[in-house]
């Protein structure tokens, strides 16, 4: 039975990366100031990426009432976390206050890395050879929710548009030797094999060739000289990225990975081992409480091409592959969507109230959850306890609370939560 303090008003964590959008175009620069983060003020000129919501050591939330950390309020108070998240996560410290999911939201101007993330074996592994650059022994499969048009590159190609695209692309195929492209057009039982070595291939070329190739590259697309089935939507993002990243090898990741369109509402999950990269626009993300990232392109910082080569799963599919489809939430919820996906750490809820259906009860949910609201004014209420929402409120909800969200004129709100199966 949930008590009157199992519900509360946390301040969430602003973070500033150079691939945020700038200023007040970036959603999540407004709803930091409209959170109230500590000594926040927005400055016009620069980037805010990600809001944090969680208990990770690297974006804790704090309580609006106390500034208490999340993560020690709840390892004073364990009834929150539910019996069943802190039997099925103890090894990742929930009876330390550890959510076993982190919650952001993205505001992506400028493409994010190609990167993978690793399982769990290979997390602990990385954690303890390099923990300054992978943070923490946890996996982190994630799910992109698009809140606004939204665009990423997901997974690899099936093979034969690989194939296609490496044809139609010599300056691509310049990397790849002859004898390592014929075993991928062989059908085999061994294919993940030869996606495998093309990949190493194309994203590890000899440094002192990938910016020759790029200048072709660029110079023929400039000069409008396609192939007959050229992917016009690839020629526009390959010059997008190559603006954003001159000489990066990544810039040819296109004609490898899916390159899908989302709109709002539309959501993908990416497992460990899935190569992925983010391009624009603004997302609910939840991921396993990890901040372990192996990167190889487009990117500034760190990479590690080697893990990341041994780390993928050279799985081959279409985009549909990685669709997260919605469903009702329950009977009685019929403003709000779960997105489920296959893994236990989290799921999430997507409640939109207006004038049409202004109020909307959510059953208790026997574990831990997090909800911010990103449009609108309205309340939640829990028992004989309520509390007023707007933009930027983000809220912690206890196992076994029972919640009615209501609206004013209207309200967007998403929660994610853990659940024991």
Wanted: hydrophobic fraction near 40%.
């Amino acid at each position: 039975m949930a008590t009157s303090l199992s519900v509360f008003k946390l301040i969430p964590t602003s973070q500033k990366y150079d691939w945020g959008k700038i200023g007040r175009t970036s959603s999540v620069a407004l709803l930091s100031e409209a959170s109230k983060v500590p000594d926040f003020s927005i400055d016009e000129k620069s980037p805010y990426a990600e809001l944090w919501m969680g208990t990770h050591p690297s974006g804790l939330s704090c309580l609006t009432s106390s500034g208490e950390s999340l993560s020690s309020h709840l390892a004073k108070h364990p009834e929150f976390m539910g019996k069943g998240i802190l039997e099925n996560f103890k090894n990742e410290g929930s009876e330390q206050g550890n959510l076993p999911f982190l919650f952001k939201i993205l505001s992506i101007e400028k493409c994010l890395s190609i990167q993978a993330h690793p399982s769990k074996e290979q997390a602990k592994t990385l954690h303890a050879q390099r923990p300054d650059k992978y943070p923490d022994p946890n996996h982190k499969p994630e799910m992109a929710l698009a809140i606004t048009p939204f665009q990423a590159l997901c997974g690899f190609r099936p093979i034969p548009e690989i194939i296609a695209n490496i044809n139609r692309t010599p300056e691509l195929k310049e990397f790849i030797p002859a004898s390592l492209f014929d075993k991928l057009s062989i059908p085999s039982d061994d294919k993940k094999r030869a996606l495998r070595e093309v990949f190493a291939a194309a994203i590890d070329p000899p440094a002192d060739q990938v910016k020759a190739q790029l200048d072709k590259l660029l110079a023929r697309y400039k000069a409008q000289e396609y192939a007959k089935d050229e992917d016009l939507e690839i020629v526009d993002l390959v010059q997008r990225l190559a603006t954003q990243f001159p000489g990066d090898v990544g810039v040819f990741a296109p004609f490898l990975l899916n390159y899908m369109k989302l709109q709002p509402g539309e959501a993908i999950f990416l497992g460990a081992g899935e190569p992925h990269a983010y391009i624009y626009g603004e997302c609910i993300e939840c991921m396993a409480n990890s901040d372990n990232v192996i990167r190889a392109g487009l990117t500034p910082k760190y990479r590690d091409v080697a893990n990341l080569i041994t780390h993928l799963t050279y799985v081959d599919a279409p985009p549909s592959k990685h669709v997260v489809r919605s469903t009702p939430f329950d009977s009685a919820a019929k403003a709000s969507s779960l997105y489920n996906p296959p893994i236990p750490e989290f799921s999430v809820i997507r409640t939109v109230l207006s004038s049409n259906q202004k109020r909307e009860t959510h059953r208790p949910i026997d574990g831990p959850s997090l909800a911010i609201v990103v449009d609108g004014q309205g309340t939640i209420s829990w028992g004989k306890e309520k509390l007023e929402l707007g933009k930027g409120d983000v809220v912690f909800i206890g196992a076994g609370a029972g919640v009615d969200f209501e609206c004013e004129q209207e309200i967007t709100v998403y929660r994610a939560f853990a659940e024991p199966v």
